[in-house]
């Protein structure tokens, strides 16, 4: 493959994919190189038993994810609630509760304490640009600092600081002592606030897309025909300030602009020459991936529902700390979604398929009943695993990184662009931030007042 576009485009996911599909409306000549044999990057969708499609990677979507939904809807797809009728399971320092709305029954002590330090971090979070993290009046305090640390001074009882941990680690597959404070106060801030990324109802998780989240990528793949080109590994781009040849084990293709829309961990993979400038490397070697493997399990119906519980269950001592009600739109079979996420991803990636999956029916079980223990099938998905993911949810920010070198996540490298859910202002880490990123380097690129590539 020797050719020459206006713009290749590094990586098909939901970052790629819009971008290229604005700059093809742009009436620019576009490729997409895609390193594995599918679109959808951290989107996924495996086969149930009965054949239909059941979300392996990221899937749902939020009220105030304008973006994300205004793309479902220009596709011709269609969203679902997710099942949220029934009591709830909530297990705080080896204590269960079992409620309705959004509020599980804890001793008032430990109540007191969460509300106090939720209310401090989403008034922290509220404080950060988030175009700028970096320049927040407390950011250099901030950012010297682990979530973790800022968490024992915000909480101060054991169960309260359980709460923290087990919320940290649904929202970024890591444990609060791996993350900058000012990162996590930072994508708190760029989701509205705390309640709206843990919530499922009015939050992060109340819909889910019909046919699976990996829908909305192939609809894009479709639209782009031809221009998106599989089995693509980028292994290296030369560049200019004229242009860039981008080699694959394909060839190479010859473009203005490059779109490079990977997660900073695969984008520091790519060989640059001449390099890229030491900051904007020094950034990338410090955003390592959260870890997950998630798992779903069939059963022959969500017989929950019938039990009376809505499939939704958190605990801050069982690895499965976090379950939903995956059941397809259809209402059959009965799927429970779970995750393995942080050190507890950790320890089940170094077991046998057989002793994990042995582990989640056995959590499932403690939750639901001795009827979990009996599934049609178990598939999980480890994304550490994946060669070209090598984690989810997303890339964090460690202690010192965004104050350090912030300024280079979204700056230009002469014609190299940054894009990917990484970079987003709005909803970074989640698809709705993948458009945003998508349509921003969109824009740099086809804007009429730009004449040439961008500078370091």
């Known amino acids: ?23 093809t409306r ?21 086969d149930l038993p009965d054949g239909s499609p059941i979300d392996v990677g990221g899937q749902w979507v939020g009220p105030t994810q304008h973006r994300i939904h205004e793309l479902i809807r220009e596709l011709g797809l269609e969203t679902f609630p997710t099942h949220t009728a029934g009591r709830h399971i909530a297990e705080l320092g080896g ?37 700028e993290p970096w320049r927040a009046a407390d950011a250099e305090r901030l950012d010297s600092q682990t979530f973790e640390t800022w968490l024992r001074r915000a ?30 106060g930072f994508y708190i801030g760029a989701a509205g606030g705390l309640d709206a990324l843990i919530d499922t109802a009015g939050g992060a998780q109340q819909d889910r897309v019909v046919g699976g989240a990996q829908a909305i990528a192939l609809a894009v793949a479709r639209e782009l025909g031809e221009r998106v080109v ?122 046998t398929a057989e002793d994990r999956h042995a582990l989640v029916l056995e959590d499932l079980a403690g939750y639901y009943g001795p009827r979990a223990r009996d599934p049609l099938a ?11 993911s090598r984690g989810c949810y997303g890339a964090f920010a460690t202690p010192g990184t965004l104050t350090r070198f912030g300024e280079h996540l979204r700056r230009p490298v002469g014609p190299l662009h940054w894009a990917g859910t990484e970079t987003a202002t709005e909803w970074a880490g989640y698809m709705d931030g993948a458009v945003e990123s998508g349509k921003r380097v969109a824009a740099e690129i086809a804007r009429p007042d730009r004449q040439g590539p961008v500078r370091a």
């Open 230 to 351: 599989l089995d693509s590994p980028v292994i290296g781009i030369e560049w200019s300030d004229a242009g860039a040849h981008v080699r694959s084990h394909r060839g190479v293709v010859s473009a203005r602009h490059v779109v490079i829309a990977v997660p900073p961990p695969l984008a520091s993979r790519i060989s640059y020459s001449p390099g890229v400038p030491g900051d904007r490397d020094q950034l990338v070697q410090r955003m390592p991936m959260g870890r997950v493997i998630k798992i779903n399990v069939v059963y022959p119906e969500p017989f929950w529902r019938t039990d009376g519980w809505s499939g939704q269950a958190n605990s801050t001592s069982r690895p499965l700390g976090t379950v939903f009600d995956n059941t397809p739109h259809e209402g059959g079979p009965g799927v429970l979604v779970g995750f393995l996420e942080g050190r507890h991803a950790d320890a089940g990636a170094r077991m």
């Open 1 to 23: 493959m020797e050719q020459s576009v206006d713009i290749v485009v590094v990586g098909a996911g939901i970052a790629g994919l819009v971008a290229a599909r604005e700059l």
């Open 95 to 131: 204590t269960r509760s079992e409620y309705t709305g959004a509020i599980p029954h804890i001793d008032p002590r430990t109540l007191a304490d969460i509300v106090r330090a939720r209310s401090r971090l989403d008034r922290m979070a509220a404080a950060i640009p988030p175009d």
């Open 378 to 388: 178990v598939i999980d998905h480890d994304w550490a695993g994946e060669e070209y």
């Open 26 to 46: 742009a009436g620019l000549e576009v490729l997409v190189l895609e390193a594995r044999d599918r679109v959808g990057g951290r989107l996924l969708n495996a």
């Open 155 to 184: 909480a101060w009882t054991r169960r309260g600081r359980a709460y923290f941990r087990s919320v940290t680690e649904a929202v970024f597959a890591a444990g609060p002592e791996d993350l900058s404070a000012l990162w996590a």
